[in-house]
């Protein structure tokens, strides 16, 4: 029994897990709560259509097996999450998606008597493109005449971030990855312009906000118990629940044309090696069921839809926000099991927070059975200086199967990268690459494309084979 580094912050409803399954330690309160959500009908509704994890309470007999505090009063048992992600890895569409399953579910608990204690949006996760609340032990009776005390971190991290995109075109990603924590009010304002005082939320939301905020840390008393005395009731938290909702429905962001976005019919040699490409995916993918796939810098996501038609969850990543936002879209419409990121391959999510425990950097949250790496490694040799033997290394380390292509020096994307560089590349070879390859894979395919200057390679690691 190991509990999550991550899940330190409430002592009162802890997760651990034990071998594959997932479970909480209920502390009594927690367990009061618990017994009174889970017997809710929207509770029961929502756990059903997926929007909220499946979870059930062991009893006292399942309960022997772990070695728990006298404190823990109940032990629930959740659905495991396929890859967790977070939100800086998220495109924009993807974290207005988690406010907004966030709002609907705690607009359903205010009307039930209950509250959210907390707002974040690391209590959503992805089982592929579908959204799921996991956070069970932030379900509390509400307090008559308490505000939603959650609402500043609501704003913090879910609708200042989904904002400053919408209306500033200020990418959220880098600043929450740096920011944990979320955008204070003051911070916001300090990106907006004058007139951005009058588009939805930003004035009532943000500055009035902060003002308030610098008014009440001069203020010796309790801004709780004076929003108690002056009758703060449930009806002003659906309003203002609702209000929330409807501004964060009505953001929408247009992200800049890239060479990226139309990246695969934009060029001829790639749309001429696009029939080939697939059917070799999907020859190697179709000849077994992989669990996790991690298809890396997906574009459009054309292999992975691929992939996903034998494997449990595909997390396909790009470093190009736009691909990523467009993906998610198609994949929300056929409720797929692809999950796609932002990830910055040469600059990928670290561990962080507390002593490095409380975020997990990208590889240890489940090594993938297959890599597809297409169109990505002249890009991280060549325009991130990092050297081959370095990424074939880092492949391998991921353990599983590899498909791989390899640009040559004469390809057009090679040449163009090579433009304005001096060539110290003596290593960029095919020749070179297999060399670095056959030291952690058995190399049982190769391939050359009909643009006649790129090569695919399946690789199967020693220990698999």
């Not at 998606?97 to 707002?119: M, N, P, R, T, Y």
């Not at 004035?203 to 801004?223: I, M």
């Not at 597809?372 to 990424?391: F, R, S």
Request: hydrophobic fraction near 40%; include cysteine; charged fraction near 20%.
């Amino acid at each position: 029994m190991n509990f999550d580094s991550g899940s330190f912050r409430d002592r009162s409803a802890r997760v651990f897990a034990s071998g594959e399954q997932i479970y909480r330690a209920l502390s009594t309160e927690a367990y009061t709560n618990w017994q009174q959500v889970s017997n809710q009908p929207f509770f029961r509704q929502r756990s059903l259509n997926g929007q909220i994890v499946g979870t059930e309470e062991l009893s006292p007999i399942e309960r022997q097996k772990f070695s728990l505090p006298g404190s823990v009063a109940a032990v629930l048992k959740h659905e495991r999450i396929p890859f967790i992600s977070y939100p800086y890895e998220w495109s924009f569409t993807m974290l207005k998606h988690a406010a907004l399953v966030h709002l609907e579910i705690l607009a359903d608990a205010v009307s039930s008597g209950l509250i959210l204690k907390d707002a974040s949006p690391y209590n959503v996760q992805f089982r592929g493109s579908h959204a799921v609340f996991i956070d069970l032990g932030s379900f509390a009776p509400m307090v008559p005449g308490e505000p939603w005390l959650a609402y500043r971190q609501f704003c913090e991290l879910m609708l200042f971030p989904l904002l400053l995109q919408a209306y500033r075109g200020v990418d959220f990603q880098t600043i929450l990855r740096s920011q944990l924590e979320g955008i204070s009010a003051h911070q916001f304002i300090q990106w907006m312009r004058w007139i951005d005082l009058f588009r939805p939320g930003v004035f009532t939301n943000g500055w009035l906000q902060a003002a308030l905020e610098k008014k009440t840390q001069a203020t010796p008393t309790s801004t709780v118990r004076d929003l108690q005395s002056s009758g703060f009731n449930s009806q002003l938290i659906e309003r203002m629940l609702k209000n929330l909702k409807r501004i964060v429905e009505r953001l929408k962001w247009v992200p800049r044309i890239t060479q990226w976005t139309s990246y695969n019919d934009a060029l001829s040699h790639v749309a001429d090696d696009g029939p080939a490409k697939s059917e070799f995916v999907h020859q190697v993918c179709q000849s077994k069921h992989r669990r996790l796939v991690w298809d890396l810098g997906c574009n459009d996501g054309r292999y992975s839809k691929i992939a996903s038609r034998q494997a449990s969850t595909v997390v396909a990543m790009d470093q190009d926000h736009a691909c990523v936002d467009r993906l998610f879209n198609t994949s929300l419409e056929s409720q797929s099991n692809i999950l796609p990121l932002c990830i910055d391959l040469a600059n990928m999510s670290p561990a962080q927070g507390w002593r490095g425990h409380e975020r997990k950097r990208l590889e240890d949250r489940g090594r993938p059975d297959l890599v597809i790496c297409l169109g990505i490694i002249h890009h991280m040799v060549l325009a991130a200086n990092i050297p081959l033997p370095d990424v074939v290394d880092w492949l391998a380390s991921l353990g599983g199967e590899l498909i791989l292509e390899f640009p040559s020096k004469q390809d057009a994307m090679v040449r163009a990268l090579l433009r304005n560089k001096h060539d110290q590349y003596e290593d960029y070879s095919l020749e070179h690459l297999e060399f670095e390859l056959q030291k952690h894979f058995r190399i049982l395919q190769r391939q050359s494309l009909p643009s006649g200057e790129r090569t695919l390679l399946h690789g199967v690691p020693y220990h698999s084979v």
